[in-house]
């Protein structure tokens, strides 16, 4: 995906941060401050050290600024950080989930609409049948 951004200038409307790089304070120093401007880190370094914050805080100070519209790919660690379990919940939408909040009272009907559409393309899928 970086790749795509970077170099092929595509989907520059998304925002692709990798939480690897999160937990290095090079990334907070120098990376974050000129490429992610418009997000808010809530500390000095993903992670439970001095001046660290762990993913509900990073969620909750950013969930609103992007309008409710955060992805993951792949999945929540929750060996590491269960911090954003009694808060937020994943919604999958293909190979990404749809991360949103729980007592989230404004859903903005175009989000739901393509979570909706995701889930009944996925309920589609499994009830396909092999045929020989």
């Known amino acids: 995906i970086r790749y795509a951004q970077e170099c092929e ?3 520059l409307d998304v925002t692709v941060i990798d939480m690897n790089y999160m937990s290095g304070e090079w990334f907070h120093e120098n990376f974050a401050l000129h490429h992610y401007k418009h997000v808010k880190f809530p500390g000095k ?5 001095k001046g ?4 509900r805080q990073f969620l909750k100070v950013n969930y609103h600024r992007f309008q409710r ?3 993951i ?4 660690r929750t060996d590491y950080d269960k911090s954003w379990i009694n808060n937020f ?4 939408c293909g190979i990404v989930n749809i991360i949103y909040m729980k007592n989230d009272t404004q859903k903005e009907p175009s989000y739901w609409n393509l979570w909706n559409k995701c889930n009944s393309s996925l309920n589609l899928i499994s009830n396909l049948s092999i045929v020989n």
Do not use: E, Q, V
């Open 73 to 76: 790919f792949g999945y929540m």
């Open 45 to 49: 370094i993903y992670g439970p050290t």
């Open 9 to 11: 200038r595509i989907r």
């Open 89 to 92: 919940a994943l919604a999958p």
């Open 52 to 55: 660290g914050y762990n993913i």
């Open 69 to 71: 519209k955060l992805f």
